[in-house]
């Protein structure tokens, strides 16, 4: 079913979010900090966190293991935690080779070209199935590694080839954390040092928690995704405010285009372009206009300035009738 932007549904959104950055900088620690958590570690660091910051935990040994975990009663949770998507990763390895022999090579152990892609898309339906059918934030973390591009050195997440571009695409956010002037900051623009994501009015460099003062509460994402849905609720307030309008200006004038005759266009063009438009009043009625056009069997008459009745022997009058809601632009 098509819908209208004003139409779109505002109950509080899950959240997608990729975290990177280098070993020991506190990328678990932060990824916790979401609402109510799973820890998935494949990466088998859960050690590593601070006491007081651990959550419930599961360290799988296969992804058939893991997908089991999955399968469970989830209903304490609100957050998967993945750590790290590399280790997420080669756990998908072999179980892509059982599903299918040529996606390895043939020691059996070594993933074809092939099997590369259906690692990524095996990812992709992951984060699919923990988003819309569970449910649930998730988190991803990454390691980051340097790369030289001339004297400039960028930062990437630790993913082999293409699979980045699988890694990326699910996500709403995507942050690198960083130390700046000996400060933790995560950044979620695109810039010349790393990419990123941003959505939803959280951009730029932010700081985070200190790690040394116990007396810093582990909430950093849990206050990031609910500011993510209270912009999302501005949005919406916003498009509800402006429906009214909208549906005003496309009751006024949606009745003259479609009573609209050969002598009347002139008037409804003058009508379209005096209109004060809101949201997508005007791309909506220039396109009904265009197709009473189009229904008439009219096309636009440079010398003139109007609109006529098409000859029969004009041949390329189809291609000109494209170009006639110029006139209303």
């Known amino acids: 079913m098509i819908k209208k932007p004003c139409e779109m549904s505002h109950t509080k959104k899950k ?3 990729l975290i990177a950055g280098f070993p020991g900088i506190g990328k678990t620690t932060l ?15 859960v050690d590593r966190v601070r006491v007081n910051d651990r959550q419930d935990f599961t360290q799988p040994e296969t992804y058939e293991e893991l997908l089991q ?9 609100e957050t998967l935690v993945f750590d790290t998507g590399g280790k997420l990763l080669d756990l998908m ?25 259906a690692v990524g898309k095996e990812f992709q339906r992951l984060m699919d199935y923990a988003y819309y059918t569970l449910n649930k934030n998730v988190v991803v973390i990454f390691h980051a590694k340097e790369d030289k591009d001339g004297e400039a050195t960028k930062l990437r997440i630790l993913v082999e080839g293409s699979t980045k571009d699988n890694v990326w695409q699910p996500m709403d956010l995507g942050g690198f954390i960083e130390m700046n002037n000996g400060k933790r900051t995560i950044g979620f623009d695109n810039c010349e040092r790393y990419y990123a994501k941003g959505t939803h009015g959280i951009h730029g460099i932010i700081d985070l928690p200190d790690l040394g003062n116990p007396n810093n509460k582990n909430d ?3 206050k990031l995704f609910d500011k993510v849905n209270e912009n999302i609720a501005r949005e919406s307030e916003f498009y509800e405010s402006q429906k009214e309008e909208y549906e005003k200006v496309m009751n006024e004038i949606k009745p003259a285009i479609e009573d609209m005759t050969e002598e009347t266009t002139a008037e409804v063009i003058e009508r379209i372009k005096n209109t004060k438009h809101v949201l997508t009043s005007e791309k909506e009625l220039k396109h009904l206009f265009k197709q009473k056009v189009e229904e008439l069997n009219l096309v636009w008459n440079k010398e003139t300035r109007k609109y006529e009745k098409k000859l029969e022997e004009v041949k390329d009058e189809p291609k000109e009738i494209s170009n006639n809601t110029e006139s209303i632009k």
């Open 93 to 117: 390895k072999p179980y892509v080779i059982k599903q299918d022999s040529k996606n390895g090579q043939k020691d059996g152990q070594t993933l074809s070209i092939k099997g590369y892609g």
């Open 15 to 17: 959240i997608r979010i």
């Open 31 to 45: 990824a916790l900090s979401a609402p109510k958590p799973l820890h998935i570690d494949v990466d088998r660091g």
């Open 220 to 222: 950093f994402l849990t």
């Open 69 to 77: 975990d999955l399968n469970s009663d989830l209903s304490s949770y």
